[in-house]
């Protein structure tokens, strides 16, 4: 993957899709728009607001801004950091559903404002709870806690109704001791959440309202489908007969058939309760023929022995439960836990009670010891945490400076480039290396040499060293930089690859002068005194540029095993291949036609332009 390639990913990775509007510690949530010209109308719409990290979505705290993309999902993103530091936040959840918890507090307060009651509300954390995961409202008439998943098991005795999310699981003997339970979902509606509200019963299917639907009443919240599962469970059914003729009841043997598939369907389900209950209905039927009581007594038996075996399977759990806190075995007490809660949370004695109490506060204690252990560590790691920032943020600014035009960078911002690199490899330690650490003394040195008003030698006009050729050797030989007459500059440097690259004009800090002999063999000088020559025709022939195919001079470079860069314009096998520019103007060319032309008469050449011939 490619360094912008990994840029893009890491920008992805740090993408929030909600945040909260007016300051850090607002609960009122805001869901981005994923679409650009969606984004524009939310724009226009919150103009003058701020967008921040909500410390309540476990977030930093930090103002946000909104990042506007036709090729990708758009989304919030923090302000960068006036000293090139990245972003520590340490938010983890980045979907919709991570303010959820906010979105239910703004509806159940709009909804009980509207019946003139004054809610309170908090967002509990028991036994070292996520944030977010139960919400509490409370006001002077109930109370209700909203589970939005199953990191917190419910409790149906504590004068808080709970009311669940979809995913948190509820035992069937709850569901008919209670009737009915309670459920809550969040749907998406353009930039905002909706709340349903869902009753659920035992062989019924949820039935969803919106708020607006739901009621309080003496039994606490109330939607349509409780009224009817309530009136269906109480009320007399209508009579067929006038009121004066008495109802016919069934026959004991018409009753003991119903009992036996009541009995057989509570057993299909794991109904401990209603299994129990159902035995006990049969021992009080009376009036039962000896062939149905034979029936009776034989599926009165086997369910208790069904109970007896679920009786097992309750103990050994409880004593799996005591084993583990014992041992000291935390993931599996928490597991065992969770399942004691879901499933086995009627009619408890007092050794199980004990056992899930002391269960939970040693996992809630473990908790704590994990957290404190974490935290401490974190500390720790302090020292080793700057160092990696300060080697990510030099090589940030080196990836920067290398794609910068310098020809519009002051030596006021040089220099302060050059000093925030100088500055951040010290503190980066093992964590930058050896070849980022020569490119940050290069900038350093370039940002001293502007200062002090002098140029390299091998930076000075590198367009002028690259395209203008050197006359013939005129130079006096104490002339140590000077270039040879028949040489042309390249700068030539590895790239992460270890692949070798040139050009002829120095395009990179890190890059390497070399002065490129021209060929001295017949068949590369022969093409390019006729590539000079057709140039410089077209050249007088016409007042528009050369072109582009003949305006190139291709050389290729290589490395020798003794470390050393030569370079030729004739094949070579390993050799990397450098296209460089060729002058436009007519005065260069005829310059460089000149040198070409000398080295040829030198060597015995004829000065005749190669020309490839047609075969006939």
């Known amino acids: 993957m490619g360094q912008q390639e990994g840029e893009r990913v890491a920008t992805d990775r740090r993408r929030i899709q909600t945040a909260v509007l007016g300051g850090p510690d607002s609960d009122e949530p805001l869901m981005l ?12 719409h919150y103009e003058g607001h701020t967008f921040w990290c909500g410390t309540l979505l476990g977030g930093c705290g930090g103002q946000l801004t909104t990042k506007l993309y036709t090729d990708k999902v758009c989304h919030f993103a923090h302000y960068a950091d006036p000293d090139g530091l990245p972003q520590a936040c340490g938010r983890h959840a980045r979907g919709v559903n991570s303010a959820d918890h906010l979105y239910v507090k703004s509806a159940a307060a709009a909804w009980l404002d509207d019946s003139g009651e004054d809610a309170h509300f908090d967002y509990a954390r028991p036994e070292g709870a996520p944030l977010g995961s139960v919400v509490d409202v409370h006001w002077s008439r109930g109370a209700l806690r909203v589970h939005l998943d199953h990191a917190v098991p419910p409790a149906w005795d504590t004068g808080l109704e709970p009311v669940l999310a979809q995913t948190v699981p509820v035992e069937r003997d709850i569901l008919i001791r209670r009737w009915y339970v309670h459920r809550i979902r969040l749907d998406s509606d353009g930039t905002a959440r ?4 869902g009753t659920e019963a035992f062989a ?21 489908a409780v009224e009817h599962i309530i009136r269906s469970r109480t009320a007399t059914p209508p009579s067929r007969w006038p009121a004066t003729k008495p109802k016919k009841q069934p026959d004991a043997d018409t009753r003991a058939q119903v009992l036996l ?29 000896a062939v149905r009581r ?22 050994e759990l409880f004593q799996r439960l005591d084993q583990a806190v014992a041992e000291a075995h935390v993931t599996e007490a928490r597991e065992l836990l969770t399942r004691v809660n879901a499933t086995q949370a009627h009619e408890r004695t007092d050794d199980e009670n004990r056992i899930a109490g002391v269960a939970a506060s040693f996992i809630a204690a473990r908790t704590r010891a994990r957290e404190a252990a974490e935290a401490q560590r974190e500390k720790r790691q302090t020292p080793d945490w700057v160092a990696r920032v300060a080697a ?21 911002t040089l220099h302060r480039h050059a000093q925030n690199l100088a500055e951040n490899a010290a503190k980066a330690g093992k964590h930058l290396s050896a070849s980022h650490r020569h490119e940050v003394e290069g900038w350093v040195r370039r940002s001293e040499n502007a200062r002090k008003g002098v140029v390299p030698a091998a930076q000075a006009h590198p367009t002028d060293q690259s395209t203008t050729p050197v006359k013939p050797d005129t130079a006096p030989s104490g002339a140590a930089n000077k270039p040879a007459a028949h040489t042309v500059p390249v700068w030539v440097w590895k790239d992460h690859y270890g692949v070798l690259r040139a050009a002829d004009h120095q395009t990179r800090p890190e890059a390497t002068v070399r002065h490129v002999p021209l060929p001295r063999d017949a068949g590369p000088l022969q093409r390019l005194y006729g590539n000079l020559t057709r140039m410089i025709t077209e050249r007088q022939n016409a007042s528009g540029p050369v072109h582009a195919n003949r305006s190139t001079l291709t050389v290729r470079l ?5 470390g050393h860069l030569t370079a030729s314009l004739t094949r070579r096998k390993g050799a990397t291949i450098a296209s460089l520019t060729l002058p436009a103007e007519l005065e260069p060319l005829r310059e460089l036609h000149a040198k070409v032309a000398a080295q040829m008469e030198a060597c015995g050449i004829p000065r005749q332009p190669w020309t490839k011939h047609n075969k006939r």
């Open 33 to 44: 728009p994923m679409e650009a010209i969606e984004l524009d109308a939310f724009r226009r």
């Open 194 to 197: 909706r709340v349903r509200i």
């Open 294 to 315: 034979a029936e009776l007594d034989d599926a009165v038996r086997e369910a208790h022995l069904w109970l007896q075996g679920q009786a097992d399977v309750r103990r």
């Open 558 to 562: 290589w490395e020798t095993p003794d």
């Open 261 to 289: 598939r009541q009995l057989a369907n509570a057993r299909k389900v794991d109904a401990v309760v209603v299994v129990t209950r159902v035995c006990n209905d049969i021992a009080d039927l009376s009036g039962v023929s």
């Open 392 to 412: 990510d943020t030099v090589r940030r600014v080196l990836y920067d400076l290398r794609y910068r035009n310098r020809r519009h960078m002051s030596k006021a």
């Open 204 to 224: 019924r299917d949820t039935e969803w309202f919106t708020l607006d639907d739901c009621y309080m009443t003496e039994r606490g919240l109330t939607t349509p």
